[in-house]
């Protein structure tokens, strides 16, 4: 079962646009969730990550929004640039002290930032 | 030099050939995994190791084995290999005992059964 639930799969913004990237999960009990950026040939690299006691997150251009009643989290790019082009992943894991580690992945969402 | 190292980084061979992927850190971290990346899937965990003597079935652990021959090695095999395990494969790293869970990955390696 999928049970981190990714869309879109593709995105296509123009430059200095707002790129906007929405994960479903269904397990009440995770309790950590980061976004992973890929660039083609590389390995996912972690971008931001949010705990669900905070409704959002911030890090210069990126922001996570997390809504736990509707267990939806997104992922917002203000000012989106051409080297924002990647693949993201949303994923989500149980976050026990010293058991963590099984992160869950949605699907994955291709951004194209047109200049 | 990259932390997590995987090798080989391309790999083509047969239906039924037996096939090992290997990863190498030098992180320090005692805890590793393999991934699957297909197109439209994600990421899908395999088998994941949180030290040397643990090793755990993963989503989609059934054509895989693994080994964990000392704390920064973990390999992957495919015992005989079949078409639908083309694919990408990840290896990662993460450290136990914090409050995060940032997975460190490797380059992948590109396997195509034929």
């Known amino acids: 079962q999928q049970q981190v639930k990714q869309s879109p799969q593709s995105l296509i913004v123009q430059k200095g646009g707002i790129s906007i990237i929405n994960c479903a999960y269904e397990?009440?009990?995770?309790?950590?969730f980061p976004w992973y950026q890929q660039f083609p040939g590389k390995g996912p690299a972690l971008l931001i990550a949010?705990?669900?006691?905070?409704s959002e997150k911030k890090e210069g251009r990126f922001t996570i929004s997390f809504n736990k009643s509707a267990k939806q989290f997104s992922l917002h790019i203000m000012d989106s640039q051409p080297g924002d082009s990647a693949t993201y992943f949303c994923?989500?894991?149980?976050?026990?002290?010293?058991?963590?580690?099984?992160?869950?992945f949605g699907q994955g969402t291709e951004l194209s930032v047109k200049p | 030099d990259a932390d997590v190292t995987q090798t080989p980084r391309n790999r083509i061979t047969k239906t039924g050939k037996r096939i090992m992927l290997e990863c190498s850190q030098t992180k320090g971290h005692d805890r590793m995994y393999w991934y699957r990346q297909d197109p439209g899937l994600g990421l899908q965990l395999i088998y994941y190791s949180f030290d040397v003597k643990d090793i755990n079935k993963g989503e989609i652990s059934d054509g895989y084995s693994v080994s964990r021959q000392a704390q920064a090695k973990f390999s992957l095999s495919l015992e005989s290999a079949i078409p639908n395990q083309t694919a990408l494969y990840f290896c990662?790293?993460?450290?136990?005992?914090?409050?995060?869970?940032?997975?460190?990955f490797g380059p992948g390696t590109r396997l195509t059964v034929l």
């Open positions: 397990n009440t009990a995770f309790d950590y």
């Open positions: 990662a790293t993460s450290t136990s005992g914090t409050y995060t869970d940032t997975q460190y």
């Open positions: 949010i705990r669900p006691d905070v």
């Open positions: 994923a989500a894991s149980r976050l026990i002290y010293n058991q963590g580690g099984k992160l869950i």
